[in-house]
């Protein structure tokens, strides 16, 4: 349970670090509205693409927090328990939307940035699409789990 506890609050400093990340990148590009413009010129989205990051790591973060409910329903309740299992699944399936959702994104920039780049970010996005994957995965070994749990206390 220790190791719990600590990848909780771990991935609950990630989550308010991307949190305030996001906010203030936002802020930034209201401010900024003319550089964005400049700099968003040669993509499909346009003017737009800057308020796509948001929308994306908003994703992220309700993954990430998904995560930290199930990592607190197994400390709480125990390592197989419903609850868990149900948070896990939706954030298996956040995740994965923000690596397929930024993979789409990156054909905003085919006429802008060289094609090394848009490799390379696609890679990451295959990755964490198939984290996303192996979450969502993981969610049913705890939903097998749990049956097995609540089998074994009927026997007893």
């Known amino acids: ?3 719990i506890k600590i990848l909780y609050w771990i991935l609950l400093a990630i989550t308010i670090l991307i949190s ?3 906010v203030t990148d ?3 590009s209201i401010n900024m509205k003319s550089t ?3 700099a968003n010129q040669n993509t499909i989205l346009g003017y737009y693409t800057q308020f796509i990051y948001p929308v994306l790591f908003t994703v992220l973060i309700l ?3 998904y995560i930290l409910f199930a990592l607190k329903a197994i400390i709480v309740f125990g390592g197989f328990n419903s609850r868990s299992t149900m948070n896990f699944k939706y954030a298996g399936t956040a995740i994965g ?3 397929f959702g ?8 085919i006429y802008s940035i060289d094609a090394s780049k848009i490799f390379t970010n696609s890679v990451s996005s295959i990755f964490i699409t198939i984290i996303g994957y192996g979450i969502y995965s993981f969610s049913e070994i705890l939903k097998t789990g749990e049956l097995l749990k609540q089998e074994n206390d009927l026997t007893v």
Do not use: R
């Open 26 to 28: 936002f802020f930034y």
């Open 102 to 109: 930024y993979l789409l994104f990156q054909l905003n920039f």
């Open 1 to 3: 349970m220790k190791k």
């Open 97 to 99: 939307l923000y690596g």
């Open 36 to 38: 964005f413009e400049v």
């Open 20 to 22: 305030i990340s996001i």
């Open 63 to 65: 993954g990430l927090v």
